[in-house]
């Protein structure tokens, strides 16, 4: 979905100008490059691999700043990189887009409340043990 920046009145998909006038076409290549920008981090974060889905949610979610999906995925992204902060940050966006959408809330509940302190207590509990193995829990499918 994406609005005319003439008139502000929303997009008809398929539809190559607004009924104001405006062209459209270049917005609806915009919006397309999106959703493949979208699928492309769909698919690193099924291959494992988060760094480059960051990437490509991230450009996503430039493309279209108002999607909230994008946002979500990207914070699930971050969090697959024991990245606590900006996952809080994607999911703080998101929120501000759509406070009510039902992924919002399992995503916070299983990031750690405060990151820094969190870090703290990893890196205190290394001191203590360094022979045993502490991780970062992380989010889960
Ligand atoms: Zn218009």
Redesign the pocket.
């Given at each position: 979905m994406y609005h005319?920046?003439?008139?502000?009145?929303s997009?008809q998909p398929g539809r190559a100008a607004?009924?104001?006038?405006?062209d459209?076409t270049l917005l609806a290549t915009l919006d397309a490059m999106a959703d493949a920008w979208f699928n492309r981090g769909v698919g690193a974060l099924a291959e494992g691999n988060s760094g480059r889905a960051v990437e490509w949610f991230a450009a996503s979610a430039a493309a279209r700043p108002d999607d909230v999906e994008a946002l979500l995925a990207l914070a699930l992204s971050w969090a697959r990189l024991d990245r606590p902060r900006e996952a809080l940050s994607s999911l703080d966006r998101a929120a501000e887009k759509d406070a009510t959408h039902p992924d919002i809330k399992p995503l916070r509940d299983a990031l750690p409340e405060n990151p820094d302190s969190m870090k703290n207590n990893l890196n205190r509990a290394r001191k203590r043990d360094p022979r045993k193995k502490y991780r970062i829990r992380r989010i889960s499918e």
């Open positions: 005319c920046p003439s008139c502000g009145r997009a607004c009924e104001c006038g405006a459209l």
